[in-house]
């Protein structure tokens, strides 16, 4: 559903903008390979705007809600793959038994995409790791990619559930599926329902209280289909969505409009990612809304940077100001000049705590159209300890079920599959902890101040 929400608003933006087409779509669990242009009309006529997706998922609902909806002459029907029975919650379904099964299918449709992009530059996977096939066939598809496309970059958009999730499984399938993404992928942006869900809730608030004027335009994409906020006990689901598609449209903004200071999607990883494992970039959006939905006055630009270093802005539940940063990048869309840039970095940097040989640990990115509606936005992507919680919390979550074998006989039963898997799996996990630890313990060490090279004339 992502897929759907990130397509129509892009579409939208590009329509209003008249500018060349240039997006490839996302979705339930897919990939996205960079870049054919098409020229986008006036209206927005789907047929005429195509993309390179690959759309996966082992039950056919989600799918077929697309395909009958007004993106259906947008995705290739000959590039979806589906299922009728599901993985069942079960990671090993996925990862062991869809994986076999389909492995040869979904290779043909990832070579027959790439061959029809002009730049390939990373592939994106959109997957949960709750579910059986998001995270096991979704981990599966990464060993794939390294395998084909080892010189490609692949960066993965993976939504976590929360403490409340209604699958009860979900920490086995999460835990398995960090250890793939530990190992296969480059970049891995966690967003975390729960976030999500508050976010939403604050908006909602908002537009209740009628503070600041605020609200909410019929039909909108932060709205229940029926044109209204849903109650803050539901979960708004394609709202959620919608704030990752969003996230996902800033991120490629540079492939596909102008800018002063452009940022191809591998200088994230090349700049972002010291480490191999420490791999996990925490996002954070400002404005959260999207396209003008809400009418809330529109936020100074200092306000905006302050903004993207607050809890209330992440897309996963941590505060990264009282953690440490290994690297920061922020990626400005609008009327923005560098040295509006550089003025908050050197306002802001005091009050963030970098490790101590990365002190200017920053990379900058403006684009000069801003998202319609708004007249700038952030994005900003943190290498930083502060996802560290999530994995604990995570991990004790499963070790509560692991403890008692509950649920494990249902892994056991598939070919392949045994419990040394999930031991390695959260061996893996603690690694990565200790990684975190370590960096951590190093907050109280003095900054080494190294004088800076003389040039010789």
């Known amino acids: 559903m992502i897929t759907k929400g990130a397509f129509l608003i892009l579409s939208l933006k590009h329509v209003l903008m008249q500018v060349n087409f240039s997006f490839e779509g996302n979705g339930t669990f897919l990939c996205i390979s960079y870049y054919s242009q098409y020229k986008a009309q006036i209206q927005p006529r789907y047929s005429e705007y195509h993309n390179h997706a690959v759309l996966i998922d082992m039950e056919e609902g989600v799918v077929n809600e697309i395909l009958q909806g007004p993106l259906r002459d947008v995705f290739d029907s000959k590039q979806l793959i589906t299922d009728i029975s599901g993985s069942g919650n079960n990671w090993a379904v996925g990862h062991k038994v869809f994986g076999s099964l389909y492995q040869e299918q979904i290779l043909e449709k990832l070579r027959k995409s790439?061959?029809?992009?002009?730049?390939?530059?990373?592939?994106?996977?959109?997957?949960?790791?709750?579910?059986?096939?998001?995270?096991?066939?979704?981990?599966f598809l990464l060993k794939l990619l390294e395998d084909e496309f080892p010189e490609v970059y692949r960066f993965v958009t993976s939504v976590y559930p929360s403490g409340e999730d209604d699958v009860i499984t979900s920490p086995y399938n999460s835990i398995l599926a960090m250890k793939e993404l530990n190992e296969h992928a480059d970049c891995v942006l966690?967003?975390?329902?729960q976030s999500l869900f508050d976010i939403i809730s604050k908006i909602d608030l908002m537009v209740n209280s009628g503070k600041l004027g605020t609200t909410i335009k019929p039909k909108s994409l932060v709205t229940s289909s029926a044109g209204a906020v849903k109650k803050r006990h539901q979960k708004p689901f394609d709202a959620m969505n919608n704030i990752v598609a969003n996230l996902l449209l800033n991120l490629t903004s540079s492939a596909r409009f102008e800018g002063s200071l452009n940022m191809d999607l591998n200088e994230i990883s090349m700049n972002l990612v010291?480490?191999?494992?420490?791999?996990?970039?925490?996002?954070?959006?400002?404005?959260?809304y999207t396209l003008a939905d809400v009418n809330i006055p529109t936020r100074r630009l200092d306000q905006m940077f302050s903004d993207a270093f607050s809890k209330d802005?992440?897309?996963?539940?941590?505060?990264?100001?009282?953690?440490?940063?290994?690297?920061c990048a922020l990626m400005v869309r609008g009327n923005v000049q560098v040295s509006d840039l550089r003025r908050n970095i050197e306002r802001l940097k005091p009050s963030l705590q970098f490790v101590s040989w990365n002190q200017e640990g920053w990379?900058?990115?403006?684009?000069?159209?801003?998202?319609?509606?708004?007249?700038?936005?952030?994005?900003?992507?943190?290498?930083?300890?502060?996802?560290?919680?999530t994995f604990m919390e995570l991990k004790e979550r499963f070790m509560r079920l692991?403890?008692?074998?509950a649920h494990l006989h249902h892994y056991l039963q598939i070919e392949g599959m045994e419990e040394s898997s999930f031991m390695e799996a959260v061996s893996s996990l603690s690694g990565l902890i200790e990684e975190y630890n370590q960096l951590d313990a190093t907050k109280s060490m003095p900054v080494e101040d190294f004088p800076r090279l003389s040039i010789a004339v």
């Open 402 to 405: 692991y403890k008692k074998k």
């Open 114 to 139: 790439a061959e029809h992009c002009d730049c390939l530059q990373c592939f994106f996977i959109i997957h949960s790791m709750g579910g059986g096939t998001g995270s096991g066939l979704g981990t």
């Open 363 to 389: 990379k900058t990115s403006l684009c000069s159209v801003p998202p319609v509606g708004h007249s700038h936005s952030l994005l900003a992507l943190a290498n930083n300890t502060c996802v560290k919680p």
């Open 190 to 193: 966690p967003i975390d329902n």
């Open 313 to 327: 802005h992440q897309l996963i539940r941590a505060d990264p100001k009282h953690s440490l940063y290994l690297a």
């Open 274 to 288: 010291p480490f191999p494992q420490l791999h996990y970039l925490v996002s954070s959006l400002t404005p959260l």
